[in-house]
């Protein structure tokens, strides 16, 4: 370029300076024009809003990765300031310190003369030529009126440390109407923070030049593709507002030969966006660097500890803060730039590049992933790793301790996911695998899926403790025979799995029913407390059964006020975590229902048996306890909120899955006494119905006790009157003419407990 402005200078066609051809000759003039106006192009309105704002800033930062539409928006900027723009197009060339002071003089020569002096010492043969002209150019540039932006596009082109320091010095020139604008994909340059402490710069990045979804169905309409709004928000996601990859999509949909274009079918591996980031972000960079890219390219979630131990090396912190600050599509995850994450599209461009240079490669760095990631805790990821992996092996133990996390808490579509990536053949083929299909299905409801996967594992003839721990667990959970055998089954898996294990509080609570359901009370409670302790964080659907349980216990010991205040806590429990749609949690509602009916809380009772009945007829196949026990509750709560009617169809249904359970005392006590209930309800005629309202339920629990009805008014905090006329209710609904024989009735009914009295 020297040699180029040495004959610009020469010239004399000039009447203020012999160089003044210069900027109109040859390869100067493109390095100094304005990029060319492109036709449809979007317009950025606000982003030229922030840059007309921040005029008096000294520097404009634009720095993104390539694609991002930087010098877009400089050349609109250019179109809407008043200020004149000094454009240099920087490339390699400029690494050489003289050639860039020519550029960046020859410039703003085309705003206004600078004079002879810098032009002078640029074709000067001293050593120190470059110094000096560019002492000269910044002291022109201090004394300079006219306002100007020197705009540098492709800074990052200026990989030589003199180039910096050049355009370092220049920028401590600006300010007061002088601006320098910078267009680079990295971030290298100029001291920002510095810049930023001191209020004296403005910056876009790649999170600010994203397209929002106005601009983005702007672009993909001036491309020739229209969709619906719908579909170019899915677009625009999937590209993450990325402009070149929303202008490439728009590309390869048009294509397709279809009325509607394929906009899910658009990724990554798209080969517009595949050739344009090779050819735009990957071909310049080093060798190491592309390895490490291609390499970490299988994770979603990246830092140095993790790529390190991924790959074998000690230096991944300080590589990926080196690719951060080269703007390689690396996006941080955190304020302290310790963690980070590839864009989609840039990702799936290098899982590609991975497979095509190192077939067989991802898989082997996804199984080490399974690894770190395990070792961290992040159960997650180590799963999806180890299936990326095709470690079958690996991914059953994963996904044996995962389901219990995420089933027990109701998250099972996540393993249901996560399963549904193995042929039935590949699950049947490792026992913990079919144990965790068989897990997933029975929570879900599904017993007779259980029943297969659990055989299937029992098939394989495993001889560790895990495997035998987890087929002992899942013949408890499916509950085909007698307590005593739930109760063998169960704990026989406690004393198999580890004291860390995430199954410990199911094995609690089925062996606190099975207990329970033996007559063995007070062992029951001590289980079902173990298992609603151990379940409070990492299993919140078994602990509202344990407490759910606890309930029942409670009510048979005949501590009614610690049987609702369970029940309550197991309704709570439901509700806080989100459990309500999950059929499995039918138990905890319809002991809530019995519990409110006994409050007299009419309609929120009669909601939950409705809530509790839904949930029960979306178990495919329950286990016959289960389905014995809810069936059995609610019923007991119908009859104290609507009659005996519909209650005694509930039993009938109880007395039929009762025939599947060999010795359950428990079960049948429960049933004789229910039945006896509705029978002495029913006992005036079959069309027997009370329909005792919210507020005569609460009176009725006062008159078994010695409280008179001006006292019953003082505890509800009503009046003797509304008492009198609730009473005169309850007689008539009874059919009775006294307290007496309306305490007597309400008994046999079950619509009062025994005793004294609320």
């Known amino acids: ?331 941080p995850l955190d304020r302290c730039n310790s963690t980070y994450r590839y864009r989609g599209l840039y990702a799936t461009v290098l899982k590609a590049e991975l497979r095509r240079l190192a077939p067989g490669r991802d898989a082997e760095l996804h199984r080490r992933a399974s690894g770190c990631w395990a070792e961290r805790g992040d159960l997650e990821r180590a799963i999806a790793h180890a299936i990326e992996g095709q470690d079958s092996h690996q991914a059953g133990r994963l996904l044996w301790d995962g389901a219990a996390r995420h089933v027990t808490s109701g998250r099972y579509p996540v393993i249901r996911g996560w399963l549904s990536r193995f042929a039935d053949a590949e699950l049947a083929a490792d026992p913990l695998l079919a144990l965790a299909a068989a897990g997933t299905a029975l929570l879900a409801g599904n017993l007779y899926e259980a029943e297969r996967w659990t055989a299937l594992a029992g098939e394989r003839n495993d001889d560790g403790d895990l495997v035998r721990a987890g087929t002992a667990l899942m013949h408890a959970a499916i509950g085909a025979g007698s307590p005593a055998e739930i109760v063998a089954c169960a704990t026989r898996a406690h004393d198999l799995l580890g004291d860390d294990s995430p199954w410990l509080s199911l094995c609690r609570f089925l062996e606190g029913v099975g207990r329970h359901l033996a007559g063995e009370r007070d062992a029951a409670i001590g289980r079902l407390r173990d298992g609603a302790h151990h379940a409070a964080v990492a299993a919140p659907m078994v602990q509202a059964l344990c407490l759910a349980q606890l309930a029942l216990v409670a009510s048979d010991q005949g501590d009614v006020d610690r049987s609702v205040t369970l029940a309550e806590r197991a309704a709570a429990q439901v509700r806080r975590c989100g459990l309500e749609g999950l059929p499995m949690v039918a138990l905890a509602v319809a002991v809530s229902a019995e519990a409110r009916a006994r409050r007299g809380d009419v309609a929120q009772a009669a909601g939950e048996v409705r809530e509790a009945l839904g949930l029960l007829e979306r178990i495919i196949d329950p286990s016959p306890w289960y389905e014995a026990e809810c069936r059995i509750v609610l019923a007991r709560a119908r009859l104290r909120l609507n009659g005996p009617v519909s209650a005694r169809e509930l039993t009938d249904q109880a007395r039929r899955t009762l025939e599947r359970i060999p010795d359950a005392p428990v079960l049948r006590g429960w049933l004789d006494e229910a039945v006896a209930q509705i029978e002495a309800a029913l006992s005036d005629g079959p069309d027997a119905d009370w329909s005792l309202t919210t507020a005569e339920l609460r009176v009725l629990r006062f008159l078994p006790s010695h409280l008179s009805f001006r006292e019953i008014a003082e505890q509800l905090f009503v009046s003797p009157n509304t008492v009198k006329t609730h009473v005169r209710g309850i007689y008539r609904k009874l059919d009775v003419s006294s307290r007496g024989t309306a305490v007597d009735r309400a008994r046999r009914a079950g619509l009062v407990e025994p005793g004294t009295g609320a």
């Open 1 to 331: 370029m020297a040699q180029v402005l040495t004959a610009a200078l020469s010239r004399s066609d000039s009447p203020s300076l012999p160089g003044a051809a210069a900027p109109h000759s040859g390869t100067l003039q493109l390095k100094v024009r304005p990029a060319s106006k492109r036709s449809g192009l979007v317009p950025r309105e606000r982003l030229l809003e922030r840059l007309l704002e921040a005029r008096e800033v000294a520097v404009a930062f634009l720095l993104a990765p390539a694609g991002y539409g930087k010098t877009t928006v400089l050349s609109q900027w250019a179109e809407r300031d008043e200020r004149p723009f000094a454009w240099v197009n920087l490339d390699a060339d400029d690494n050489d310190p003289r050639n860039l002071v020519t550029a960046i003089a020859l410039a703003l020569e085309t705003v206004e003369p600078l004079g002879w002096e810098v032009f002078e010492a640029l074709t000067s043969e001293r050593p120190d030529a470059t110094d000096v002209a560019l002492e000269r150019l910044v002291r022109k540039l201090a004394r300079r009126e006219t306002p100007v932006v020197l705009a540098l596009d492709n800074v990052h082109v200026l990989r030589s440390r003199e180039s910096r320091c050049v355009v370092s010095a220049i920028s401590q020139a600006f300010g007061a109407g002088l601006q320098l604008a910078l267009a680079s994909r990295a971030d290298r340059v100029l001291p920002i923070g510095r810049l930023r402490a001191h209020g004296n710069c403005v910056e876009l990045r790649s999170d600010d030049l994203t397209m929002t979804r106005a601009e983005a169905s702007m672009l993909l309409s001036l491309a020739g593709v229209e969709l619906a709004p719908e579909a170019a928000l899915r677009l625009t996601r999937r590209t993450e507002g990325w402009p070149a990859g929303l202008y490439l999509a728009a590309l390869s949909l048009r294509t397709q030969e279809r009325d509607r274009p394929d906009v899910d079918g658009f990724a990554g591996d798209d080969r517009f966006i595949a050739e344009y980031v090779r050819d735009e972000l990957l071909s310049e960079l080093p060798a190491d660097q592309l390895d490490f890219l291609t390499q970490t390219s299988i994770l979603d979630r990246l830092s140095g500890p993790v790529c390190d131990a991924l790959l074998g090396r000690r230096d991944s912190a300080d590589m990926l803060a080196r690719l951060a600050q080269s703007n390689v599509m690396l996006t």
